[in-house]
């Protein structure tokens, strides 16, 4: 088949799968999720249709072409996703829409939520209401009352150490709690990641708080967007502030730093888990009833994919590195072979822009932000430029189809964060 016969096949099942999609975007409130106390040790038999109709079936979704690798043997995830970061397309699937619990991989939805509000210099004075509410056991980077952090520092406490003292700190500075999980639900709205309900900012595990495979990879195409979110989810190591000491002798005080690293084993390595060829990025996670989650961003050869892997039933050491790993790898060499199952959709705001006479140019949003706001009015919160520069953004495609036009095969910025980032 003709590369131009294979863009325009693509195009169209892309489209059908935003198409698929909207059915569900409308009403939002009846969209959501029934929390349930916990997940179900079996997949439903009818999941969402967003993305496409195949991505709503259970087990493994795949369209293997000429000459692309079978899937790897022995994944033994209850959900995963692979898929390509910049057209959106579903390389492959299992469970996508299995809502499970999702761990600090929510904080991606968090970082997404709030990070754009403050300025990286911007500082805050911790007090105690600020730790408030925390749940016992929660990973957390070492904040102390009374110490000033600045945002840049809170922010690589949630990404590097995944710490939940880090999400709540930010979190008051967001008005609080409450108001910062219900931010979240809207966020989640927006980008058509209806299969989650928050319930903690943090990820922390709460009757009723789940997402999915497909979710989990919204929140970090849509992260991934931003400057500073590249940045602090690549970043392998980092120096924190401790605590501040008496100086000397009556000299001044002192406040010493100590270093953290990336919790993320495909970026910082491990004894039995090297650093992943491409990496880089997202957030991982684990807790008693998620088990552990990942999704994960590389590049390689010009292409860049997300994978999702959610609860591994293996208990190995690393299993869900490993299995991302192996999930990415068949991804690099099956990208241009199989045929894609499905698609993750644009945000509402992006559809809304691409109906007819929203937008001369054609383009969601008139940029890249995955907030359908022009980068360009973002970029004291790191919306643009930088260091995430990387893959050239493609023009989006519009396909005409009754009374409406729908954006697809749109192409984002992406960060080439592989020759630029240090190495462990």
């Given at each position: 088949?003709?590369?131009?016969?294979?863009?325009?096949?693509?195009?169209?099942?892309?489209?059908?799968?935003?198409?698929?999609?909207?059915?569900?975007?409308?009403?939002?409130?009846?969209?959501?999720?029934?929390?349930?106390?916990?997940?179900?040790?079996?997949?439903?038999?009818?999941?969402?249709?967003?993305?496409?109709?195949?991505?709503?079936?259970?087990?493994?979704?795949?369209?293997?072409?000429?000459?692309?690798?079978?899937?790897?043997?022995?994944?033994?995830?209850?959900?995963?996703?692979?898929?390509?970061?910049?057209?959106?397309?579903?390389?492959?699937?299992?469970?996508?829409?299995?809502?499970?619990?999702?761990?600090?991989?929510?904080?991606?939805?968090?970082?997404?939520?709030?990070?754009?509000?403050?300025?990286?210099?911007?500082?805050?004075?911790?007090?105690?209401?600020?730790?408030?509410?925390?749940?016992?056991?929660?990973?957390?980077?070492?904040?102390?009352?009374?110490?000033?952090?600045?945002?840049?520092?809170?922010?690589?406490?949630?990404?590097?150490?995944?710490?939940?003292?880090?999400?709540?700190?930010?979190?008051?500075?967001?008005?609080?709690?409450?108001?910062?999980?219900?931010?979240?639900?809207?966020?989640?709205?927006?980008?058509?990641?209806?299969?989650?309900?928050?319930?903690?900012?943090?990820?922390?595990?709460?009757?009723?708080?789940?997402?999915?495979?497909?979710?989990?990879?919204?929140?970090?195409?849509?992260?991934?967007?931003?400057?500073?979110?590249?940045?602090?989810c690549s970043t392998v190591r980092a120096k924190f502030p401790g605590e501040t000491k008496k100086g000397k002798k009556g000299g001044k005080p002192v406040r010493p730093s100590f270093e953290i690293q990336n919790t993320n084993r495909l970026l910082s390595g491990d004894y039995d888990t090297p650093v992943y060829q491409g990496i880089a990025?997202?957030?991982?996670?684990?807790?008693?009833?998620?088990?552990?989650?990942?999704?994960?961003?590389?590049?390689?050869?010009?292409?860049?994919?997300?994978?999702?892997?959610?609860?591994?039933?293996?208990?190995?050491?690393?299993?869900?590195?490993?299995?991302?790993?192996?999930?990415?790898?068949?991804?690099?060499?099956?990208?241009?072979?199989?045929?894609?199952?499905?698609?993750?959709?644009?945000?509402?705001?992006?559809?809304?822009?691409?109906?007819?006479?929203?937008?001369?140019?054609?383009?969601?949003?008139?940029?890249?932000?995955?907030?359908?706001?022009?980068?360009?009015?973002?970029?004291?919160?790191?919306?643009?430029?930088?260091?995430?520069?990387?893959?050239?953004?493609?023009?989006?495609?519009?396909?005409?189809?009754?009374?409406?036009?729908?954006?697809?095969?749109?192409?984002?910025?992406?960060?080439?964060?592989?020759?630029?980032?240090?190495?462990?």
């Open positions: 088949m003709s590369a131009p016969k294979k863009t325009i096949r693509r195009s169209l099942l892309v489209t059908a799968a935003a198409l698929s999609s909207l059915p569900l975007a409308a009403p939002a409130a009846l969209a959501a999720p029934d929390p349930s106390p916990s997940p179900s040790a079996t997949p439903p038999a009818h999941m969402s249709g967003v993305g496409g109709a195949r991505l709503g079936r259970a087990g493994t979704q795949v369209n293997p072409g000429s000459g692309a690798p079978v899937l790897p043997k022995g994944i033994s995830a209850r959900s995963w996703i692979v898929a390509d970061a910049e057209s959106g397309e579903v390389l492959a699937s299992h469970n996508a829409h299995w809502r499970l619990p999702p761990a600090s991989t929510m904080k991606m939805l968090f970082a997404d939520t709030v990070l754009p509000k403050f300025q990286k210099t911007d500082k805050h004075k911790v007090v105690p209401s600020d730790l408030a509410g925390m749940g016992a056991g929660s990973s957390m980077v070492g904040i102390k009352e009374g110490e000033t952090y600045t945002v840049h520092d809170l922010w690589l406490g949630v990404f590097l150490r995944s710490g939940n003292d880090a999400v709540h700190v930010l979190s008051a500075m967001n008005d609080g709690v409450d108001a910062t999980v219900r931010e979240m639900n809207q966020q989640a709205q927006e980008l058509q990641a209806l299969d989650t309900h928050v319930i903690t900012p943090d990820g922390y595990d709460a009757p009723g708080q789940v997402s999915s495979a497909y979710d989990l990879t919204l929140f970090a195409r849509s992260g991934l967007q931003n400057k500073d979110f590249r940045e602090y990025g997202v957030k991982n996670g684990y807790t008693t009833n998620a088990g552990t989650t990942f999704t994960g961003v590389a590049e390689r050869g010009g292409r860049v994919l997300l994978v999702t892997v959610m609860h591994p039933e293996k208990n190995e050491h690393n299993e869900v590195y490993k299995e991302a790993s192996e999930l990415l790898d068949w991804g690099f060499k099956a990208s241009g072979k199989a045929t894609p199952v499905g698609a993750l959709v644009a945000p509402r705001s992006a559809q809304a822009d691409a109906q007819p006479g929203a937008n001369p140019s054609g383009q969601a949003g008139g940029s890249g932000d995955a907030s359908g706001a022009p980068v360009a009015s973002s970029t004291a919160n790191g919306a643009s430029g930088g260091m995430g520069v990387a893959l050239a953004i493609a023009a989006g495609v519009l396909v005409l189809l009754g009374a409406g036009a729908f954006l697809v095969n749109r192409r984002w910025p992406l960060p080439d964060l592989v020759r630029r980032r240090p190495r462990p």
